[in-house]
């Protein structure tokens, strides 16, 4: 609870003016028993008709005031709650877009989904229900004591007896529902990731009819989380059942014994009637206490797994200038000796991954060795084709170069610098990148295309007219403020990549990233992109990932990747005549 501390330590004095207002509310309900009491017993018998009106208007005012004030204390605690969630979902989602590669790896991305909305939410109802039932709670039930104590000692002792059980009972519970909660968030993970990956591929899983497969993956997944949820709401429900068994047991003495000590004269009826309520009120006391305990068990797990987000330290910091690596290589870009794997190096012991783990981290897996002595030169202006296999490394050669990232061996220079010493921001501005699988927001072609630059009219349109995107775009009646659905669903995959390569050319990046963002494009709309790009930005240094030789067979240099290692580099020409591999891919695409 640490963490929710810090954001709320701001909001004190608010937070003590509502308490305040809802303990004072309080202290006004407990008071009305006592007040009736005081009529049935003390006013009643006297058959003044001004003095019972005057008692009944007390009432009356006390019960105007617990309402007024219990709205006033309940406001002020919904604005604690959303002003205090508010900035822990904004430092949440700041901290999720600027995590590491690694780390985006570790955490996994349906993780962070769920950890941005049912943690969050489970967070933001504990802090608004204990300024509220959290002092409202515990008052009615110490209160409720209290005074039945100064009203009659005997019948008291019934509830003196009862309480510290009980409270003990959801103490003790609860401590056993915080671990059950982490689980049932994990398994909340497992099925965002099935939901997530279901949705993405629905024309897959359609195309291939496996509508029936994936349900009953889901099912499985979902009655995972269905027993875990349900062992945890049975976990915490049991002191519900057994507080109110409990009290009902003892309001039976309480009727029985008070009968008996009315009928002796030792007891007042006014007292019997007071002390009934009295026990309504703890009751409630208890059961209050119950529903915050439940509440603060799933908060503590789902804040602790915000927390280890929003505390995660960031890994690509960047270096001192004087501690970066060096080069005597003189080209712009400069991959030198650079070896990489994917993973982390071990589960932490004694913490056994859950199946919703395993499906999203890489902890407790052996690190892969993904890119192995990649060396090569870039010179400024220049352009480089990377080719090669599925799963050979062409994209993480970008990851790196862009520091999403770091190499375990080796290193990466633009413009004679290590990359670790650019600062994030510093280094992105060099790029205009689309990366595979690249999304189109639900927004204008404008907006996907500027991106919140600071692009003028013009430069938009001359990057569209370069990446072949223009007539299209200048077709649809609103042109450019034609409005694109989620993911561009109502574009075709040609429109899709021309209007992702005119948003990567429209601030006139340094280094152009073109990862496979011409597959859906025809060979001769492609070859009218890769001429534009010659002939419009000749100063930009190019890299083009392709699995079509004709995409890349008129850049400077190619290399030929396989493998995560490097088993072709050179020319086209010089390739078909070094590289067998090269050759054999040419040969089937050309006579394709």
């Known amino acids: 609870m640490r963490f929710l501390l810090g954001y709320l330590k701001k909001y004190r004095f608010i937070m003590a003016f509502g308490m305040a207002v809802k303990l004072?509310?309080?202290?006004?309900?407990?008071m009305l028993p006592y007040v009736l009491e005081h009529l049935v017993d003390d006013v009643a018998p006297r058959q003044d008709v001004g003095l019972v009106l005057l008692w009944g208007a007390v009432m009356l005012m006390l019960v105007v005031y617990v309402r007024q004030a219990n709205v006033k204390a309940n406001r002020t605690a919904v604005k604690v709650a959303k002003n205090s969630i508010y900035e822990i979902r904004r430092d949440l989602f700041w901290k999720s877009v600027n995590l590491s590669g690694g780390q985006l790896d570790e955490f996994g991305l349906p993780s962070l989904n769920s950890r941005m909305t049912s943690d969050s939410y489970n967070v933001q109802s504990f802090i608004q229900s204990s300024q509220t039932m959290g002092i409202r709670a515990p008052i009615l039930l110490l209160g409720g004591i209290f005074i039945t104590l100064t009203m009659d000692v005997g019948l008291a002792s019934i509830l003196c007896i009862m309480a510290p059980i009980l409270i003990t009972a959801v103490v003790c519970v609860s401590m056993k529902g915080i671990p059950l909660y982490d689980r049932v968030q994990k398994s909340v993970d497992n099925i965002v990731r099935i939901m997530r990956e279901n949705i993405t591929g629905i024309r897959v899983v359609k195309a291939l009819s496996k509508e029936d497969y994936e349900r009953r993956r889901f099912g499985e997944a979902n009655d995972e989380m269905a027993a875990r949820d349900i062992r945890a709401g049975i976990v915490m429900a049991l002191p519900g059942p057994i507080m109110t068994f409990m009290l009902n047991i003892g309001l039976t003495i309480v009727v029985v014994v008070g009968a008996y000590r009315v009928n002796g004269g030792v007891t007042q009826p006014g007292v019997i009637l007071a002390f009934?309520?009295?026990?309504?009120m703890i009751l409630m006391g208890v059961m209050g206490l119950n529903r915050i305990f439940m509440l603060m068990s799933k908060a503590n797990a789902s804040a602790d797994r915000i927390a280890a987000v929003v505390n995660t330290e960031d890994e690509l910091i960047p270096l001192p200038p004087e501690k970066g690596a060096v080069t005597d290589r003189e080209e712009y870009i400069v991959f030198d000796h650079v070896t990489f794997s994917y993973g982390r190096k071990g589960q932490e012991e004694g913490d056994p991954p859950s199946e919703s783990d395993v499906a999203d981290r890489f902890d407790g897996l052996e690190r892969q060795k993904c890119l192995e002595d990649i060396d090569f030169a870039i010179k400024r202006g220049g352009s480089l084709g990377i080719i090669g296999a599925t799963g050979c490394g062409k994209t993480t050669i970008i990851n790196l170069l862009m520091r999403f990232y770091d190499a375990d061996q080796g290193g990466?220079?633009?413009?004679?610098?290590?990359v670790r010493t650019y600062d994030k921001d510093e280094l992105h501005r060099l790029f205009g990148v689309v990366f595979q699988n690249d999304v189109i927001f639900a927004d204008s072609l404008k907006e996907n295309i500027s991106f919140g630059r600071d692009v003028s009219e013009e430069e938009m349109e001359n990057a569209a007219g370069d990446?072949?995107?223009?007539e299209f775009i200048e077709?649809?009646?609103d042109a450019y403020d034609h409005r694109a659905v989620v993911r561009g669903a109502n574009l075709s995959g040609g429109q899709r990549q021309r209007v992702l390569i005119a948003r990567a050319l429209a601030a006139a990046p340094r280094i152009l990233v073109l990862d496979d963002s011409s597959s859906a494009l025809d060979y001769r709309t492609d070859a009218a992109l890769r001429k534009a790009i010659r002939n419009h930005h000749a100063d930009t240094t190019t890299i083009i990932i392709a699995q079509r030789v004709s995409s890349i067979m008129g850049l400077d240099d190619i290399i030929m990747l396989d493998e995560g290692r490097i088993i072709?580099?050179?020319?086209?020409?010089?390739?078909?005549?070094?590289?067998?591999?090269?050759r054999e891919i040419y040969r089937t695409q050309m006579s394709a």
């Open 467 to 470: 990446a072949m995107a223009r």
């Open 412 to 418: 990466i220079f633009i413009d004679g610098r290590d």
């Open 276 to 280: 009934l309520t009295y026990f309504n």
């Open 24 to 30: 004072s509310a309080a202290l006004a309900e407990l």
């Open 475 to 477: 077709a649809y009646e």
């Open 568 to 582: 072709g580099h050179g020319t086209h020409e010089e390739l078909l005549e070094s590289c067998e591999v090269y």
